[in-house]
């Protein structure tokens, strides 16, 4: 990721060259990132919300409980997850819809969160699983 660029941005707020860089929205999920509704929070400095606007951008709305996935399940989901929870929100995780990368040497990422979201989230959901809870 950091070898392609994917986020050297000047700042969080300017989007020049954001279009078609690679970090831009992939188009079919353009029409749900780009409803109005959508908050898109400031960029992490490393794994973790603690330097952006996350906690701030769900307090302001109220929410209170959070669900999350994502493509490095050992450093980013588990840092947002064990910060979420610090700040006092209930933390779902998505299994099946988070990854992590496998070492020859280090090991594997995914299977070592998967055992500490079970031992710290709230919920360790099936993407079937997650859609059918938000549905209610």
């Known amino acids: 990721m950091h070898e392609i660029g994917m ?22 999920f353009k ?7 959508t908050v898109v929070c400031s960029p992490h400095e490393v794994y973790g919300p603690e330097q952006n606007d996350l906690v701030l951008q769900l307090r302001k709305r109220g929410i ?7 493509m490095s399940a050992n450093l980013c989901v588990e840092s947002h997850l064990r910060e979420l929870l610090e700040q006092g929100f209930e ?20 299977e070592a969160a998967l055992v500490n979201f079970n031992y710290i989230a709230g919920a360790v959901l099936s993407t079937e699983d997650a859609v059918r809870e938000l549905a209610i």
């Not at 209170?64 to 994502?70: C, K």
């Open 91 to 110: 933390v779902a995780v998505v299994a099946d819809a988070t990854a992590a990368a496998q070492h020859p040497e280090l090991g594997d990422g995914y």
């Open 31 to 37: 029409p749900y990132l780009q409803d109005g509704r």
């Open 64 to 70: 209170s409980q959070v669900i999350l996935a994502g």
């Open 7 to 28: 986020f050297d941005r000047p700042g969080p707020l300017d989007l020049e060259g954001f279009k078609d860089s690679g970090a831009d929205w992939l188009d079919r």
